[in-house]
């Protein structure tokens, strides 16, 4: 894997302290987006696969158009969860977007916060906050870096959505020449940009299927009536 940032002291202190502790708990902000379900989840699977013991919380429910992600089924709401003694926010710029999750947070004897918005508040013990990173899953990919030295396909995709989210697919000024470089390792490792493109913007959730087949229906119904 390539290296992106150039700072990593603070994300190879992150690595040991998952390395060296066991029973984590990854919290999304409220009404999540790509970047924060994308950057926990990859955390998440990463360290499943090292056999930690680790649990995902959110107060809010995963978008529809997100729940094809890997590992996403197993996001949990915060009453559902039980209280560890490690604590990583992912994307939060403040406590405040930990909403109902803030009960973990505040019961753990470690806290981590890892993040890109530059408002960040600096609320936990560790906070890794880069700035100029265009998402979390730029930062978070430096973590699975360092700390396993490979990424899976599944891993991949849940930080290449991240990124694609919140870049407008790599629209927007924040969108950098690492950005590419990181979405391009990405994809090296099994992400796959076009159906990441159709499913997260271009499909069309089941409820909304039904609503509109509904309004046809009756539409229909209406127009042969005359
Ligand atoms: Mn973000």
Not at 206 to 215: F, V
Request: aromatic share 8%; glycine share 8%.
């Amino acid at each position: 894997m390539m290296q992106i940032l150039k700072k990593t002291e603070g994300l190879e202190k992150i690595s040991d302290f998952i390395r060296n502790n066991d029973g984590f708990t990854l919290i999304c902000h409220v009404a999540p987006d790509g970047d924060t379900l994308g950057s926990a989840l990859a955390l998440y699977g990463m360290m499943k696969m090292h056999g930690k013991r680790v649990q995902i919380v959110c107060q809010d429910r995963v978008p529809q158009n997100l729940l094809f992600l890997p590992w996403s089924h197993e996001v949990l709401c915060p009453d559902k969860a039980v209280c560890e003694d490690n604590v990583i926010a992912v994307d939060c710029a403040d406590i405040g977007r930990l909403g109902k999750a803030v009960r973990l947070f505040d019961a753990a004897k470690n806290t981590v916060s890892i993040d890109h918005h530059g408002t960040n508040g600096m609320y936990a013990m560790l906070n890794e906050v880069h700035p100029h990173c265009a998402a979390t899953a730029e930062i978070v990919y430096e973590l699975v870096r360092i700390f396993a030295g490979n990424i899976s396909a599944d891993v991949a995709t849940c930080l290449y959505v991240g990124l694609m989210t919140d870049t407008g697919s790599f629209a927007f000024g924040n969108t950098t020449a690492d950005t590419f470089a990181v979405a391009s390792a990405l994809v090296r490792s099994g992400a796959n940009p076009c159906t990441s493109n159709t499913l997260v913007y271009r499909t069309v959730p089941l409820s909304r299927q039904n609503c509109l087949q509904r309004l046809f229906r009756a539409w229909i119904y209406m127009t042969a009536e005359g």
